[in-house]
């Protein structure tokens, strides 16, 4: 099977004022330092990691809205390139974005069925009727009933916005939906609404999604393969039940371990000591190494790369655990 | 039989909008016991954080509030806005989601600490200084002599979120309300301050309310837990009772619309419809236009939250009610 998404060594870092304040010699922050990763068509790749790792920007990056330092991103065959000419463009109609805050994405001047149209209407496709039946029948798909059509964003509760970002995104028949931490922002009974509609629509529309989040139980519950991020880079990837059963990597493990859930209540957690560092001079050698209970002398020196374990899995880590379960070992 | 530490009895909060009341909390009953932690769970508008600033009179006052507080067993409505600053602190200490906006930006950290202790403790600005180095290190702060000159802004979220609970613990506080402590934080750090604040209930002793949005944390580090819905506790229990055996249908549904990282995956089973608005509640149970078990007379009457068990309420028609010798037991 082909990928739809592939993506090989992004680099993007940026030059910041260093810590010498107002006048501090610029030093170099690794946002996002050489991420590889391939998405077949309709599957998902869940993007994980705390904030600051570099999720949204690798985001930013796979759709060319960000200009990258260094490798290559191919969509269906085709580079992406990151220059905004015609061809850009209408690669840019199959990839499409879903943001944290549907209520920023949305104009608030604007009624729900002109919003689900508009994309449309830039892009020059069908006639003001046809955009208006394609309109309703992407209502109707991601469950907003026709009546919400000239309502005002403002009048929608959280979900039901959402709802509108998600017919705006698919009015343009995308290939690949990025969703960038799309139910964060939802009511906790609204989020599970949301991420079956992300689940049916993937099925019905034949979908591929990189979906981005800070929350592991919703990544598992959506994503065939994960991608755990830790400052810029990956650290592990693989089967969503491998990795959180069993992570291999000391960072993914801590990860798990920390999620706190009716399931494990009472069970004591590792936790991890200290805080993450900055994307600014990253420790040398692994960059999860002043954290990492399993470092050794080598992890200081040298960064392990992203290998394949046994299992089919890939984790960046020289001393991998291979065995035990993460929530028992404590 | 001493009295329990806090006790809310009945109380209601409205708020002037458009020229209206809506009311915020429709009569909520709380009891904290000595040295317990009580979760308090609802997505976001339940009344979660109005509860508590409406018990602590942190609440503008153009609120209208209503009902009853008792500290040790005494009402505490008399009490001028002086002597409730008095309390706040000293009694009941108060943290919230955001640390670093908490925290007062153009002062040290340290001093800030040592503020907390001058006011409530009545020390003298050496011994001050002393006791917020020392509160400090207590938060598991590293190389706290330094740190204790940094202003909020030089420090992580989670370290900042360590210098409001040292605030808190200045006062020695009997009850800690934590509102979302960890919301803004991530993970490895969220547990890492759950650990904290588990931690310093056992050393102290102090009572906690944990409000939360997240089911999964409140199951951490609490004994008891109170569901909110549409300004109103609908269920309370022990934290394994209401986790194992949920009564009541909302949080039935909130059970079943959780996804986890471990166990079998399955697909969500999601509560339909969204919340109501507090301006335009639906008549009778306000969950009745959610309600899987909804039947006719969920929306004629409002269901009070009784007993179902020993030490455990409900509010709903449906639930099953106690008998004499459950409540008994
Ligand atoms: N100052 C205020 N003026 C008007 N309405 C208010 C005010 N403060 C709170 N409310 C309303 O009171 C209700 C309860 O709010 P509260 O802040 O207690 O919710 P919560 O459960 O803490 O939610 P969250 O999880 O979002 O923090 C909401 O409908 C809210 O809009
Ligand atoms: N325009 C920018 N200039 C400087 N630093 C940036 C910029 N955009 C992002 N960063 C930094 O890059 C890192 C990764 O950011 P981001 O991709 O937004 O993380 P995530 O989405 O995982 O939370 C962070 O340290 C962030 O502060
Ligand atoms: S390489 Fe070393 S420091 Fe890095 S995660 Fe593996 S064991 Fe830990
Ligand atoms: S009272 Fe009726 S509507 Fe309300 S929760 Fe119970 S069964 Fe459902
Ligand atoms: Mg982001
Ligand atoms: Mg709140």
């Known amino acids: ?330 | 039989m001493t009295s329990p530490l806090v006790e809310l009895k009945d109380l209601t909060v409205d708020f002037p909008v458009g020229g209206n009341w809506v009311r915020a909390l429709h009569g909520v009953s709380l009891t904290i016991r000595r040295g317990e932690a009580l979760g308090l769970v609802g997505e976001s508008g339940s009344g979660k954080s109005v509860t508590w600033l409406a018990a602590t009179k942190l609440l503008p006052a153009k609120a209208r509030i209503a009902g009853e507080v008792l500290l040790d067993g005494r009402p505490i409505q008399g009490l001028t806005r002086d002597q409730m600053a008095g309390v706040r602190g000293k009694r009941v200490a108060l943290i919230f989601q955001d640390p670093t906006s908490s925290l007062n930006p153009v002062h040290r950290v340290g001093t800030q600490i040592a503020e907390a202790v001058r006011l409530h403790r009545g020390f003298d600005a050496a011994a001050a200084r002393a006791e917020a180095r020392r509160l400090l290190d207590r938060v598991h702060i590293p190389s706290a002599a330094r740190r204790i000159d940094d202003y909020p802004h030089e420090l992580s979220g989670g370290t900042n979120q360590r210098v409001m609970i040292a605030v808190a613990l200045a006062g020695e506080p009997d009850l800690l309300v934590a509102d979302e402590p960890t919301t803004a934080l991530d993970v490895t750090i969220q547990a890492q301050i759950l650990d904290l604040l588990a931690e310093m209930r056992r050393e102290t002793g102090m009572a906690l309310v944990l409000i939360s949005h997240d089911l999964g944390i409140v199951a951490d580090i609490t004994d008891r837990v109170a569901v909110m819905y549409a300004g109103r506790i609908v269920e309370e229990a022990p934290v394994d009772a209401l986790f194992d055996d949920p009564r009541h249908p909302y949080t039935q549904g909130l059970l079943a619309a959780l996804p986890d990282v471990g166990g079998p995956r399955r697909r969500l089973t999601a509560i339909h419809g969204q919340v109501p608005n507090p301006a335009a509640l639906p008549p009778g149970c306000s969950f009745a236009p959610r309600c899987p078990a909804a039947i006719a007379g969920c929306v004629t009457a409002i269901p009070s939250l009784d007993a179902v068990a020993a030490d455990r309420r409900t509010a709903c028609f449906r639930a099953r009610p106690a008998t004499s010798l459950e409540i008994a037991a």
């Open chain 1, 1 to 330: 099977m082909s990928a739809l998404l592939e993506v090989e060594g992004l680099v993007k870092h940026y030059l910041v004022r260093g810590g010498g304040g107002l006048f501090g010699a610029p030093v170099v922050l690794k946002a996002v330092d050489g991420v590889s990763f391939s998405i077949p068509a309709g599957r998902t790749l869940g993007l994980v990691g705390e904030s600051g790792c570099g999720k949204s920007t690798t985001a930013r990056l796979v759709l060319g809205t960000l200009a990258r330092d260094d490798g290559k991103v191919v969509f269906d065959g085709e580079p992406v390139g990151a220059v905004r000419d015609a061809r850009w463009r209408a690669q840019r109609r199959t990839m499409q974005m879903v943001y944290q805050d549907p209520l920023s994405a949305l104009d608030r001047r604007l009624t729900v069925g002109k919003q689900v149209m508009e994309p449309a209407l830039i892009h020059g496709l069908g006639t003001a009727a046809e955009r208006r039946q394609k309109a309703l029948s992407i209502m109707d798909a991601v469950g907003l009933s026709s009546r919400f059509f000239d309502r005002y964003p403002h009048e929608l509760s959280g979900g039901q916005r959402q709802r509108v970002v998600l017919a705006r995104a698919l009015i343009l028949s995308p290939k690949l939906l990025v969703c960038d931490e799309p139910i964060s922002a939802l009511d906790v009974s609204i989020q599970a609404q949301v991420i079956n509609l992300l689940l049916d629509l993937q099925d019905q529309f034949s979908l591929t999604y990189l979906f981005i989040s800070h929350d592991l139980k919703v990544v598992r519950q959506v994503a065939h393969e994960v991608a755990v991020m830790y400052l810029g880079r990956i650290v592990e990837r693989g089967d969503p039940e491998a990795l959180f059963h069993a992570p291999a990597h000391p960072y993914t493990r801590a990860l798990v371990g920390a999620i706190p859930t009716p399931l494990t209540r009472g069970r004591a957690r590792a936790s991890l000591q200290g805080d993450p560092p900055s994307p600014i001079n990253t420790p040398p050698g692994c960059a999860f190494h002043p954290r990492c209970p399993r470092a050794e002398a080598r992890c200081r020196s040298e960064a392990p790369l992203l290998r394949p374990l046994d299992d089919g899995r890939f984790a960046a880590c020289h001393f991998p655990v291979l065995s035990t379960p993460a929530r028992e070992a404590a």
